[in-house]
Structures are given as structure tokens and as C-alpha cells.
């Protein structure tokens, strides 16, 4: 059985996108043959990352 922690539990979320920023998206996730859902997690990440370097 494996124990689960805070640490390795992922967490959902729910997000609307303009129909614009949509189709982006799905061009990009096509171009890189995955999900959409991995395009928004690495663009979060990036941003994240990004962010916290500037403080």
C-alpha cells in the first residue's frame, strides 16, 4: 500500500478559457502531441517559476 501524503497528492482545478485562448492551446498541445491539461501545467510552471525568481 503505498502512503500518501501531502507532497505526492495532485490537486485539481477547474479553468474557462476565451474560445480564442482555447484553440491556442489545443494548437500547441496538437503540435506536441499531448493534453492540454500538460500545456497549462507547463505554462504554470514556467510562470511559477518565473515569478518567485523575481522576489
Known sequence: M???TKANIACRTSVTFP???YEALEAIA????????W???DAAEKYVANETSRK
Open 2 to 4: 503505498i502512503r500518501r
Open 19 to 21: 474560445p480564442e485562448l
Open 30 to 37: 496538437r503540435s506536441k502531441k499531448v493534453s492540454i491539461a
Open 39 to 41: 500545456v497549462v501545467r
